[in-house]
């Protein structure tokens, strides 16, 4: 196995252990309404064949946690602003 594929392997075990206290939290305190968790995930959501965007998409429903961007439609039209030069990463409009 060459060293990368080692390496995102023991990568995507530390991100199933992190899912795993999310878990337990929402395990030990049922009568939370809602729990929030912000971030960026360390992954791009759009890329399908991450090990990290594969191990949250595959959490989520079994959870019954909701991305959300599922639940409330916005109107933000870019994701990151560089305060120094005023440049800005646009995202893709939803299809």
Do not use: W
Request: proline share 2%; net charge negative.
């Amino acid at each position: 196995m060459s060293y990368k594929r080692e390496h995102e392997q023991e990568n995507a075990q530390l991100y199933l252990d992190v899912l795993t206290r999310i878990s337990h939290i929402r395990n030990n305190y049922p009568d939370i309404c809602s729990i929030i968790i912000g971030g960026d995930f360390n992954t791009d959501l759009t890329r399908i064949n991450s090990l990290h965007t594969i191990s949250l998409m595959d959490y989520l429903p079994h959870k019954g946690i909701l991305l959300y961007s599922q639940c409330v439609e916005d109107n933000v039209l870019y994701t990151y602003e560089n305060c120094f030069t005023g440049g800005r990463l646009f995202r893709e409009a939803r299809r």
